[in-house]
Structure formats: structure tokens, C-alpha cells
């Protein structure tokens, strides 16, 4: 029998998708000129937030910016954990813009946010797991980021590179089960970072190409519920063995961008630790 798994309630943050389109190509999964249902994309990204709710989490709601046809996917504009905000600031020059639009988002909610010195794309590249964060780049994201990134929260950061321009964000290859776990497609990363993750997490659950291929890593696990693309059949069959609860969401209009349901949200991960005064 696998273990109950526990669920976390979690407070995300996501934008809605008016101007969501592919008018621009900067990743290997997007063609101009295609064609978005834009009717269906906003069906699948309502479902994708009534999902959440229906799970009892909290999903706020940002207004997105005409001209930005990629501001949908939020989890590229910050990385928030114990109520600190790392700003983002985007690879290409398509997306820069929508920093400032979500910077004004968290401080209009009362955060502060730091703003970043190199390139950075969030939660795209950062994944926090318990006490780490594993940080890819490769593609987007710089190893400075990485390294500022674990001078402001103080967190061990480790650095893992991307060599597939399919999984050109660590979201796309790799994505936490709970505190302890993740599951991931090896073969997104080079050797040594595949080596690092082996050793960190032996009883990960290893996608296979055809289910990361299918934005079957671009999931968003609460610690039991895994709500992950429908298509990723034989990651959804290996969850269930382990004990997860899959919640199939299709957000197939959106893989036209490269993106999946993780990449359409934002966790606001709540304060927590707080060093005390004298250091120790
Ligand atoms: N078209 C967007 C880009 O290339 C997709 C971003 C997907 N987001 C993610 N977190 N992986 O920047």
C-alpha cells in the first residue's frame, strides 16, 4: 500500500489569459503564426483555477497588460518564498515588460520586491524543495541569479543545467511532490546535474521523454494532489503508486507557448523562518 499523502493549502497567484497568443517564437515549443483557440485557452485556464479552488486553495487573480501575450504564465515573474519577493527580469525582450506589471501586483498586496541584477525567470527556474531551492539554467535564467537568489533567502541553492531546448525551464523537466521529493526527466539535464539530482532525491519518480514531452512535469503538487496534463498517462500511473492523488487539467492550448498548468501559476509561499537577533 502507498502512504496517505498530506495535503498543504497554498495561496497562488495567476493572470488571466485575454491577450494570451504565439506571436513571437523564443522557445523550441513555439510557431509563429500558429493558430490559439482563445476561446478554449480561457475555458482550460478557467478550469485550471476553479480546480485549485475546488481543492480548497486560494487563487488570486492578476489583470493582464495588452501586448503581452505571455504574461499568463506567472510563475516566470517571481520567486516567493517565506513572504519574500525575488523579482524577475526576462530573457527576451518580448516579456520584459510584465516585471514591472507583477512587481506592482506585489507591492500593491504588500510585499517588497527585490529586484534582480541578472537574468531571471522565477519560478520557470526556481524550484524550492523543503530548505533548497534547485535552480536551472542553461536557457534562461543565470548562475549569478542563482547565487543572488541564495544570498537573499538564504536558502541552499543548487544549480542544475538544462541542456534540451524542449525543457528550456527547469518547470518543464521537474517539479516538487511535497518537502522531501520531486519527480523529473533526466534527460534535461547534463550529467553532472543528473549525478547531483540522483543523489539528493534516490526515491525520485523519474518521468519518462514521452510524459515530459506531454508538460507532464510542469505539474503543481500540493503534497497530495498532483494537477499535471492528462496526456502524461504513464506519470499520472506512476503517481497514483506512489500514493499522489493526479488531477488531470488539459491546458493543451497553452503548450502552443510552451507552457502547462505550473507555468500559469505563482506560489505566494507564506513567512516562516526568522533568524534570531544575535545571529546564532
Ligand atoms: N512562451 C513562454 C516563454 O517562452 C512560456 C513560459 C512558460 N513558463 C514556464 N514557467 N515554463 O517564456
Request: glycine fraction near 8%; charged fraction near 20%; aromatic fraction near 10%.
Amino acid at each position: 500500500m502507498p502512504p496517505k499523502r498530506a495535503q498543504r493549502q497554498r495561496r497562488y497567484l495567476a493572470c488571466e489569459p485575454w491577450y494570451f497568443d504565439v506571436q513571437y517564437a523564443i522557445n523550441a515549443w513555439m510557431r509563429e503564426g500558429v493558430s490559439v483557440d482563445t476561446a478554449l485557452a480561457q475555458a482550460q485556464w478557467r478550469r485550471l483555477i476553479q480546480t485549485y479552488r475546488d481543492l480548497g486553495h486560494t487563487v488570486e487573480i492578476l489583470q493582464p497588460t495588452a501586448g503581452l501575450p505571455d504574461m499568463v504564465f506567472a510563475a516566470n515573474a517571481a520567486l516567493v518564498v517565506e513572504g519574500k519577493v525575488f523579482g524577475s527580469r526576462f530573457h527576451a525582450e518580448q516579456r520584459q515588460p510584465e516585471a514591472a506589471a507583477y512587481a506592482a501586483w506585489f507591492k500593491a498586496a504588500g510585499f517588497d520586491v527585490r529586484e534582480t541584477e541578472s537574468v531571471c525567470e522565477g519560478e520557470g527556474d526556481f524550484v524550492p524543495v523543503g530548505d533548497h531551492l534547485l535552480a536551472g539554467t542553461g536557457f534562461r535564467t543565470s548562475v549569478s541569479a542563482h547565487q543572488e537568489a541564495q544570498e537573499f533567502f538564504g536558502l541552499p541553492t543548487i544549480t542544475l543545467r538544462l541542456v534540451d531546448p524542449h525543457f528550456y525551464h527547469l518547470d518543464t523537466a521537474l517539479f516538487a511532490l511535497d518537502d522531501e521529493n520531486i519527480a523529473y526527466y533526466p534527460g534535461a539535464f547534463s550529467p553532472g546535474s543528473r549525478e547531483a539530482l540522483a543523489r539528493l532525491f534516490p526515491d525520485a519518480v523519474i518521468a519518462a521523454r514521452e510524459d515530459a514531452m506531454a508538460f507532464g512535469l510542469n505539474s503543481v503538487s500540493d503534497g497530495c494532489h498532483v494537477v499535471i496534463a492528462p496526456q502524461a498517462a504513464g506519470l499520472i500511473g506512476q503517481l497514483k503508486q506512489r500514493g499522489y492523488v493526479p488531477v488531470p487539467v488539459d491546458l493543451s492550448e497553452f503548450h502552443k507557448a510552451g507552457g502547462g498548468a505550473k507555468c500559469c501559476t505563482q506560489e505566494i509561499r507564506p513567512g516562516g523562518y526568522q533568524p534570531s537577533a544575535d545571529g546564532s
